[in-house]
Structures are given as C-alpha cells and as structure tokens.
C-alpha cells in the first residue's frame, strides 16, 4: 500500500512541469549525480570510459524529453549527433538511446522523423546503433509505425517494448528479426492497456524475452531483477542460445556489483547511461520504481553534489 502510494506519488511529480523547469536550472541534486553521469559531454565520455576499463559496454542517453518547442528539438537533435561524433572521437564503447518527444514528435510527425535520420546517418557514419526508448501509452504506436519507416532505410535502428502492456507479445510478433530491448514498464499506465499486478507483469516479461529468443532476434533483457536474470541464464544454456544473440543491460548506478559479475561471468552487460541537465524526470521515475532510493534522495539533499 505505501509502497504504491510512493510509486504514484513520485510519477505524478515526474510531470511536473514547474519542477521540471525548475531542475533544469540548479543543476544535478537530490542525489541525482549518483544516477546521471553529469551535465556535458566530456563528462559522460568519462563515465563510460571508467565503465569499459570493468568490462561493461554502454548505451548513452542525453537526457529530455516532452519538447515542444522547435528549437529545443534541434538542440537536442545536435547533442545527440555530437555525443556520436564524441563516442567515436574518444574510442569508448557505447551505442546511443533517443527520446522521440525530445526529438519533436508533438510538435510534428515529419519534423521528428527528419531529426532522427539525421542522428541516425551520424551513427551509419561512426558505425554506430540507436536505441529508440519506449516512452508513455499516449506515444507507443507512433513509435512503433516511425520505427517500421525507418527500419526500411537503416538497419542501426531498434526500440523498446514494454511487457506491461497487454498488446506486448502481440507487438513483440510482428518485430521478428529487430534488435530490441524488453523491460517491465516504467510508466503509469491505466488498466485499460496495462497489467496493474507486479507478477503479471514478470509472467508476461519472461514469456516475451523468451519468445523473441526463440525466433532468432538480437534480445535485450534490462532488468535489474536477478530472478528474471538467472532465469534468462538457465533458458539460454537449455535452448543453446549463444551469448552473442542476447545482452543484459542496467541503468548507470544501479546493482553494479552484480553489472559487473554479469560481465565477469563472459556474457555482455550494457549499462544505459544518461547525462544532461534535463535529469528530473528520469530521477523521479527512478525513485517511483524503488522507494528505497528515496533513502539517497534525502541524503543529497544535503550534499552539494
Ligand atoms: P523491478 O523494479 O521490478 O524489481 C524487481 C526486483 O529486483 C526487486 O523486487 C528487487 O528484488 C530487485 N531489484 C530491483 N532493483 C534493485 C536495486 N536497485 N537494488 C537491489 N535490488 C533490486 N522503461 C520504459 O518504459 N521505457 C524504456 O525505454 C526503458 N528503458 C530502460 C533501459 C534500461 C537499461 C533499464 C534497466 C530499464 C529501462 N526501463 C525502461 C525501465 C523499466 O521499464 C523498469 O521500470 C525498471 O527497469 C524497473 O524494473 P526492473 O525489471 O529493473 O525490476
């Protein structure tokens, strides 16, 4: 019970606009510097570099998203391109995650997927893979159709499904063949498109890792759940499934003792890492997923960093 009033309370500050705003101008704080690696791009070029010397490869995501301004678009559409060119440039290991609100979708269809091709020829160019992140319902099937547009032109392209949507595995069967990342759902979805029940929600996420493995389809399990993580392990081994089909991945300050034993043990463990001032969002759903992070919230609110 509390623990659900917390999740809820910390989504509906999540889209808070004022804070939000307000987030933008004071910098990384309530302990968010232990979840974001920084504000530029030489910071997060850093962080990845430390993160590689362990034996785990990334995803680096520039943080934003809900823009609805034009410019604002661009800007982040620049960020992107130029965090490409720095992963290059510096030889660390990463891919890229985008945010299509943060890329214009509601401002403009077209507009949004003219920014995204262009980070998209940016990673062709640098030999480079983007991950399109799965945001809100209000979102989903326009990400899934500019995803099937743009998969007919670019192969370095893939998105996220989310297994607390009852239309996942139907979703899942008509993305055979496409690199994808699976996760639970961060969101606050309604009943009426989404299970409510956490171990609904595990069912339905095991059984869509499992049949996208089973087709053949690069599989990406971000979890930081060790149950559903062995259990991945165990089917894997059973179905002869090699390691070079399927990754795990985890965000940047998170279980990283086990990050690195999943590493340590031959398999590739891809820590998503996010970095820029817009920060608050993501910080607010990480709180909602685990109360338990409130406890370093509070902390930093005494801190400076
Ligand atoms: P969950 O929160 O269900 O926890 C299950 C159990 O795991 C817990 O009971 C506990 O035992 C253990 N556990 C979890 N976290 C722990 C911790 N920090 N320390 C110790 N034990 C812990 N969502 C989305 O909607 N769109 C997206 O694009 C993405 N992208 C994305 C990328 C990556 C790399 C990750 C890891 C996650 C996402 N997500 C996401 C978020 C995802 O949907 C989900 O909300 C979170 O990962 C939380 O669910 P988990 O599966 O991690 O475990």
Redesign the pocket.
Known sequence: MVEKLSKNFFLYLSKNKILNKGAKKWGLRLGAAQVVAGVTIPSVIEVIKGLNEKGLVCTVDHLGEFVLRKEEAIDSTKKCIETLEAISASGVNSQLSIKLTQLGLDIDRTFCVNNVRQILDAARKTNNFVQI??EDHSHYYQTLSILEELRKTYDNVGT?L?AYLYSGKKDLAGLRGVPL?L?????KESAEVAFQQKDQIDKNYLEMIKQHLLTGSYTAI?????R?IEKVMKFCKQWNIPKTQFEF???YG??TELQEKIAKEGYTMRV?VPFGHDWYGYFMRRLA??PQNVSFALKGLFSKK
Do not use: T
């Not at 996760?183 to 969101?187: L, Q, S, T």
């Not at 971000?222 to 060790?226: G, L, N, R, V």
């Open positions: 992140d799965m996220v989310q990342r996760v639970k759902g961060a969101y971000a979890s930081h759940d060790h559903i991945q985890m965000l998170f279980r998503y997923e685990r």
